[in-house]
Nanobody, 115 residues
Framework: QVQLVESGGGLVEAGGSLRLSCAAS????????SAWYRQAPGKQRELVAT???????TYAESVRGRFTISRDNAKNTMYLQMNSLKPEDTALYSC?????????WGQGTQVTVSS
């Protein structure tokens, strides 16, 4: 059974940084396409960044240059380093992994950026 657990969210002032973590069990990030999503109140869920098995990354235009997705294969953990945070980055951030054609989700971690 695949389980994903996020951590690292919190309250930060605009311009600050946070690093989110997503720990996986039951599957390896290095074997699957994985991603970070976010959803702000009243808005649709947004794809923030993806990380392929081979290490290729993609980013939403709104975060490119500020956010970095990465993983530590030894710890089977994926990260989202978020710098230069803006109030519009406030959202519930969730990690996801595509395993055998099925998308698995973590429970999410809240990020709030104050102005």
């Amino acid at each position: 059974q695949v389980q994903l657990v996020e951590s690292g969210g919190g309250l930060v002032e605009a311009g600050g940084s946070l690093r989110l973590s997503c720990a996986a069990s039951g599957s390896s990030f290095s074997d699957n396409l994985s991603a970070w999503y976010r959803q702000a109140p009243g808005k649709q869920r947004e794809l923030v960044a993806t990380l392929s098995r081979g290490g290729d990354t993609t980013y939403a235009e709104s975060v490119r240059g500020r956010f970095t997705i990465s993983r530590d294969n030894a710890k089977n953990t994926m990260y989202l380093q978020m710098n230069s945070l803006k109030p519009e980055d406030t959202a519930l951030y969730s990690c996801a992994a595509l395993v055998s054609g099925r998308r698995h989700w973590g429970q999410g971690t809240q990020v709030t950026v104050s102005s």
